[in-house]
């Protein structure tokens, strides 16, 4: 059976508005205090490639503590698919056809949707003889689909800078249901639409004695706590605490009160030896009256997994390549070869430690045309994607 898949643009469409999206209600803060949300909107215009990178910025901890994240996405889908008879003689086709929209990004956000529509019975005469082929469509497959997922807050969505990617496949596939296996399909398809990521965070309270320049700076190995404290009281007592995700913090040490007036504290920290990565502080206080307050989180990085953002040389390839990070890269990173169909035709894991590149080879020749290279590290969350020519 022979298949050859185009994928090609079509006519253009209006951008799809989002629907309401679900109730915050698991969103909450744990002093009873009513969640805020930072929202950021991505709007895809329309496209025929399978697979799009759709990118947020990172939540700012500074902002408060992140207590969950939501994705969403308003998608419209059009399609037509194609179909010639390469039989000898006349034949009755029916197809099903399929198409698939995903959105897969950190911390487990996952959504989805498929749709199924037969097309047929359709008489083709022999090939090359009068009426040999059909084109069904341009139908609309999905107008505005709203598709979402939500997950806990987690450390891959924090930083003060940078960004969080989500993968957005859009893919149409056929299947024979009457008629012969000698003919030809032609897909066509394109996506539009709009996405839409929301941080739902609870603020960090303002220390009632005024408390003022908290900062952190990192100081080679080491990292430097400082604040300054007006109105002082001796009952007061402060705890520093830290955390590697941005939410599960544990105390680090505690001082009582310097005296009354205004007072300036500092403390060094170092990191426990192999501990790497970021650190997010914060400073408690506790007063005579048993109130809690906290700071702002502030953060300080240790030999992190920056973005990972690849780059491939020589690109056309053949074989072997050589994939280079924007920043180096620690863990067990998964490499993956996809076709414009979205098929992963092969599947590699390497085991890398700070390293600003790595070779790939891959296991055969592939044939000649464009391809995607997927670069996943499972540590950070951090995922890349380019493209690749194969000659």
Request: glycine residues 8%; hydrophobic residues 35%.
């Amino acid at each position: 059976m022979s298949k050859i898949y185009t994928v090609l643009c079509m006519c253009a469409i209006s951008l799809a508005s989002l629907l309401p999206g679900k109730s915050t209600a698991q969103c909450a803060c744990p002093n009873g205090d009513p969640v805020d949300s930072v929202v950021h909107t991505f709007n895809l215009p329309q496209t025929a490639d399978f697979l799009t990178t759709i990118s947020f910025p990172k939540f700012n901890p500074s902002t408060g503590t992140l207590s969950c994240v939501r994705i969403s996405g308003s998608i419209i889908t059009v399609a037509s698919l194609g179909i010639r008879n390469l039989d000898s003689s006349d034949r009755t086709y029916r197809f099903r056809y399929t198409q698939d929209i995903i959105l897969d990004g950190p911390g487990g956000l996952f959504a989805s949707s498929s749709v199924n529509r037969t097309y047929g019975p359709a008489l083709l005469n022999k090939y090359n003889t009068g009426i040999d082929s059909v084109l069904w469509g341009p139908d609309t497959t999905f107008k505005n689909e709203f598709i979402t997922d939500q997950t806990s807050g987690s450390a891959t969505f924090l930083g003060a800078t940078g960004n969080v990617n989500f993968d957005f496949t859009n893919t149409g596939s056929t299947t024979l249901l009457q008629g012969s296996n000698n003919y030809r399909s032609t897909v066509q398809t394109y996506a539009v639409g709009s996405f839409r990521l929301a941080y739902f965070w609870c603020p960090n309270s303002v220390l009632s004695s005024g408390m003022r320049n908290f900062s952190v700076v990192r100081d080679n190995l080491n990292v430097s706590l400082r604040w300054v404290t007006d109105n002082e009281r001796v009952s007061n007592r402060y705890t520093i605490e830290f955390s590697k995700d941005g939410q599960r913090f544990q105390p680090l040490t505690s001082r009582e009160a310097m005296g009354i007036g205004t007072a300036s504290y500092e403390h060094r920290f170092t990191p426990p030896a192999g501990e790497n990565g970021r650190f997010y502080f914060r400073v408690r206080q506790n007063n005579a009256q048993g109130k809690v307050y906290y700071t702002a989180v502030k953060t300080v990085s240790f030999a992190e997994n920056g973005t990972i953002q690849t780059s491939v040389y020589p690109n056309p390839a053949k074989r072997q390549i050589m994939v280079q990070f924007e920043s180096p890269q620690t863990g067990n990173l998964e490499i993956e070869l996809v076709n414009t169909m979205g098929q992963v035709l092969e599947s590699q894991k390497q085991r890398v430690n700070r390293a600003a590149n790595m070779p790939v080879t891959f296991s055969q020749q592939y044939t000649r045309g464009l391809y995607w290279l997927r670069v996943r590290n499972p540590g950070t969350g951090e995922k890349s994607i380019t493209r690749l020519r194969i000659e």
